[in-house]
Nanobody, 128 residues
Framework: QVQLVESGGGLAQAGGSLRLSCAAS????????MGWFRQAPGKEREFVAG????????YFADGMRGRLTMFRENAKDTVYLQVNSLKPEDTAVYYC?????????????????????WGQGTQVTVSS
């Protein structure tokens, strides 16, 4: 399984932006579809964004569409999530997740159950 390490979280002000990174190791990053999820205190983990193994296809949570950009640099085995116009309700631990394109044919996967590898998460706190 691929190992994932997130970075880029921290404290931000409402209206600002953050770019989260997820570095993959122990596998060929380009053979994995990737996703971002988040979990706020007392809430279930929820889907945020996903990207196909080649980076050509991206999809986002309906409630966050327009504020998100997700892209990947396969040469660096890294995926990124840019969150703009931050809101206090964006405060959560953000997790990177991977699922093998050799196992899963479908590009789109919004359920955490469809992902095999997870990072440890990075905390994002948005102040008003």
């Amino acid at each position: 399984q691929v190992q994932l390490v997130e970075s880029g979280g921290g404290l931000a002000q409402a209206g600002g932006s953050l770019r989260l990174s997820c570095a993959a190791s122990g596998g060929t990053g380009s053979t994995y579809h990737m996703g971002w999820f988040r979990q706020a205190p007392g809430k279930e983990r929820e889907f945020v964004a996903g990207i196909s193994k080649g980076g050509a296809s991206t999809y986002f949570a309906d409630g966050m569409r327009g504020r998100l950009t997700m892209f990947r640099e396969n040469a660096k085995d890294t995926v990124y999530l840019q969150v703009n116009s931050l809101k206090p309700e964006d405060t959560a631990v953000y997790y990177c997740a991977a699922r093998s394109a050799l196992v899963y044919n479908n590009v789109i996967a919004r359920s955490a159950m469809n992902y095999d590898s997870w990072g440890q998460g990075t905390q994002v706190t948005v102040s008003s």
